[in-house]
Structure formats: C-alpha cells, structure tokens
Nanobody, 124 residues
Framework: QVQLVESGGGLVQAGGSLRLSCAASGRAFSRYTMGWFRQTPGKDREFVATIDWIGGSTYYADSAKGRFTISRDNAKNTVSLQMNSLKPEDTAVYYC?????????????????WGQGTQVTVSS
C-alpha cells in the first residue's frame, strides 16, 4: 500500500503562487502514476494534473494548463504542484493521489490511493 500526506496549502491573494507537496511512503513509489485533484464543498472532486511514473509525461486540466506544474522526485518519494497566477476559483482542498496505471488517468475512480488533502484559499 501507499500512504500520501499533502502540505503547503495556505491563503494567498489572487495572482500569487503556492507550491504543494506530497510525501509518499510504501512500496514501489517510482512505479506509480501520481495526480492532483481538488474539491470544494458541495461539488465533486475534480481532476487537476497527473504525471507518469518516470516523470516524462504530464497532463493538465484546462483550468490548470499554463499556470500549474506537476513534478516528482522519485529519489525523495515526493510529488509537487507549483501553482502560479492563482485565481479565487482555485480555492479548494487539494488532494494527492496515486495508482499503478499505464497511462495518465483523469477520473477519480482510476486512482487507488489518496491523501487527506490540504486547503488552498485564494482571496479576490
């Protein structure tokens, strides 16, 4: 199994930046596709970004493309999400997720492991 713990959330003004981190423990971390989702109260958890097990391929939601960057460091068992040009609509709880998948999943049920989430709040 894989355990995931997110950190780095906080309060920022619109246009600012935050860097989220996800620390992973367990077996075979380097073989897992990793992703980030986000969720606001009353809404379904939505896809943000994903990265393959090597770190050579990434895919982003349209809302994140050009502003967010996902990366991983397999030697340190960490995954990060650099968020720039933040908007109030980016306010959500952000979740780190993992699954041993051959592609780049964008649907919640395609990921087996989840962290507890970290709150990101962007003021207008």
């Amino acid at each position: 199994q894989v355990q995931l713990v997110e950190s780095g959330g906080g309060l920022v003004q619109a246009g600012g930046s935050l860097r989220l981190s996800c620390a992973a423990s367990g077996r075979a971390f380097s073989r897992y596709t990793m992703g980030w989702f986000r969720q606001t109260p009353g809404k379904d958890r939505e896809f943000v970004a994903t990265i393959d097990w090597i770190g050579g391929s990434t895919y982003y939601a349209d809302s994140a493309k050009g502003r967010f960057t996902i990366s991983r460091d397999n030697a340190k068992n960490t995954v990060s999400l650099q968020m720039n040009s933040l908007k109030p609509e980016d306010t959500a709880v952000y979740y780190c997720t993992a699954d041993q998948a051959p592609a780049l999943p964008t649907v919640r049920y395609q990921y087996a492991y989840w962290g507890q989430g970290t709150q990101v709040t962007v003021s207008s």
